[in-house]
């Protein structure tokens, strides 16, 4: 059973960065596409990034800002976020599926049957 968890979330001002890390376990990471999703208050879930392959995805309003990464060695995600803004506080999401579908795909339509961290809370203040 994979099982996933975030961390790195917290509160900062704007301008400032964070990095986010997903922790994968339960088995070999090395055949998953990772992705960070988000859900802010009162808002439907976006995915903000993804990394499948070769293949990645963002979202227009982090582009330039974040970059999403892994270590398939350490079974590990990232999701450096800089330039922070107050529109992205959210609790973000690590979420990983096997195979590489195109990244696009992945942001549309993640499979909801895979797995999902339990969210980390990202704070911005103005």
């Known amino acids: 059973q994979v099982h996933l968890e975030e961390y790195g979330g917290g509160l900062v001002q704007a301008g400032e960065s964070l990095r986010l890390s997903c922790a994968v376990s339960g088995h070999p990471f090395h055949n998953y596409a990772v992705a960070w999703f988000r859900r802010a208050p009162g808002r439907e879930r976006e995915c903000v990034a993804v990394s499948s392959g070769s293949d990645r995805y963002y979202l227009d309003s982090v582009k330039g800002r974040f970059t999403i990464s892994r270590n398939s060695v350490r079974n590990m995600g990232y999701l450096q976020m800089n330039n922070l803004k107050p529109e992205d506080t959210a609790v973000y999401y690590c979420?990983?599926?096997?195979?590489?579908?195109?990244?696009?795909?992945?942001?549309?339509?993640?499979?909801?049957?895979?797995?999902w961290g339990q969210g980390t809370q990202v704070t911005v203040s103005s």
């Open positions: 979420h990983v599926e096997p195979g590489y579908r195109d990244a696009s795909v992945i942001a549309r339509t993640p499979n909801e049957a895979n797995y």
